[in-house]
């Protein structure tokens, strides 16, 4: 029997995280057991070259040395305590450090509880009840934000999922991502009653979606002239694209920023702050409840706390930026021989390539006009050439510290066999 089957007697659908399942690309997703570096090994012996690195957390690549080494030294003293720790008080520290628009920090377990408490915040400090969030981002699976946009522009969302109270449906507003004029028509109709925008500032959930220029600002300040919380959600730009963030990058500075991925360097780890003022309405300082038995836990701290140290190196993140782009460029250049039109982006370390024909893309609605059967094709023959890519034509790729000139080289050549395949 193969894997596959046996785990799906025993764990729904056979994964515990829908995007695993190959449902994107078709087939049976494959079992890893081990990962060195850029590479990851099969439970059949497949060498791979991985492009996913765990959907962003392993910047610096599998088993790094130094946060292997500091969780040994660590778990020798217990594993967790369910009471402070010096090791939280560095690790927030450092996100302090490197993301100066959060004063404060509260930790979790993972990047849907930090939206998900992110948003109770500021629903709790505005005493209003509306979100606004853009189509195409992604923030987790709470319910308020499992929630697609209605049939007018300004109508309220429907549950993208069932199980979702339609009245809940009703407080979540979901605009185009790249429309500025939609925020301030959203915000000129309903001003007193918005309690946040949620966005990621790079869309990397809508395969990967650079903001134009003037989206971010002006969501800024329609939030400012409200009083609106502005929430960026860096759960996956959060020290991907840069040590501080698309917000360092962009020069756009939110109210609270939530963080998950690689503040826990491969282990569950996640956060959310920002300015001390709102994060003070937090309990046990303030009224808004949130809580968690492994929030903090010392082993995913250190973890997380020697993989940001690990990135205080020069050029650290324009290195991963030039082998994205020679990744990304190469790409593009086998393409356009072969007459594929293929797009591509790139930002610190991520990026996007879609085989999409239509102008430059903007929005959800441009990233669904690509072509997934060609994704698909390409996907599994870049596989059977022992490159694994996100198995989803709508997810961001990753490169690690780890991924070297060699690798980007082998990923080039398995490109051109592969083009030159799907032609024949
Ligand atoms: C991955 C992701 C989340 C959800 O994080 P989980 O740890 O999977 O719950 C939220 N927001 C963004 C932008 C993400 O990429």
């Known amino acids: 029997m193969t894997l596959f089957k046996e785990a799906k007697k025993v764990i729904a659908g056979g994964v515990n995280s829908p995007a695993r399942s190959f449902g994107g690309v078709g087939g049976d997703p494959l079992f890893f057991k081990s990962g060195k570096g850029a590479w990851i090994k099969t439970e059949d012996n497949q060498e791979m070259i991985d492009y996913v690195g765990s959907w962003g957390p392993l910047i610096l690549g599998h088993a790094f040395p130094a946060v292997i080494d ?7 003293d217990g594993l967790s305590f369910g009471a402070p720790t010096k090791i939280e008080t560095k690790l927030a520290s450092k996100v302090c450090e490197f993301m100066p628009s959060i004063e404060r920090v509260r930790m979790v377990s993972t990047g849907t509880e930090a939206t998900m408490s992110a948003i109770r915040l500021a629903r709790g400090y505005t005493k209003k009840d509306i979100i606004i969030k853009f189509e195409g981002c992604y923030h987790g699976h709470s319910d308020s934000l499992l929630i697609k946009a209605g049939s007018g522009a300004l109508t309220h969302g429907v549950p993208s999922s069932p ?23 959203a915000f000129k109709v309903m001003k007193n009653k918005i309690a946040c925008v949620i966005v990621e500032p790079v869309a990397g959930n809508m395969n990967m979606i650079k903001p134009i220029s003037g989206f971010l600002e002006t969501i800024k300040d329609q939030c400012q002239l409200s009083g609106a919380v502005l929430i960026f959600d860096e759960v996956m730009t959060g020290f991907r694209v840069a040590k501080g963030g698309a917000q360092s990058i962009y020069g756009v500075k939110p109210d609270i920023t939530t963080l998950g991925k690689i503040i826990g360097g491969g282990l569950p780890a996640a956060a959310f702050g920002g300015r001390k003022d709102i994060m003070s309405h937090l309990a046990p300082e303030g009224p808004v409840y949130q809580a968690g038995t492994l929030s903090g836990n010392p082993i995913a701290m250190i973890a997380g706390l020697v993989t940001l140290e690990s990135m205080e190196v020069d050029n650290f993140h324009k290195s991963l930026d030039l082998k994205c782009e020679t990744l990304m460029k190469g790409m593009s250049e086998i393409a356009k021989t072969f007459d594929q039109p293929l797009q591509v982006t790139h930002l610190g370390g991520m990026f996007g390539f879609t085989f999409n024909k239509y102008g430059p893309i903007k929005n959800y609605n441009d990233i669904i006009k690509s ?20 198995p989803s034509a709508f997810e961001a790729g990753f490169i690690s510290s780890a991924h070297t000139d060699k690798e980007i080289k082998l990923t080039l050549e398995a490109t051109e066999k592969v083009f030159t395949l799907l032609k024949s």
């Open 70 to 76: 500091a969780i040994k030294v660590a778990i020798k």
């Open 163 to 185: 199980g979702i109270p339609a009245s809940l449906a009703k407080h979540t507003i979901t605009l185009p991502f790249n429309d500025p004029e939609s925020v301030v028509n």
């Open 371 to 390: 072509d997934i059967n060609l994704f698909k094709r390409f996907f599994h023959g870049m596989l059977s050439e022992n490159i694994y890519l996100a």
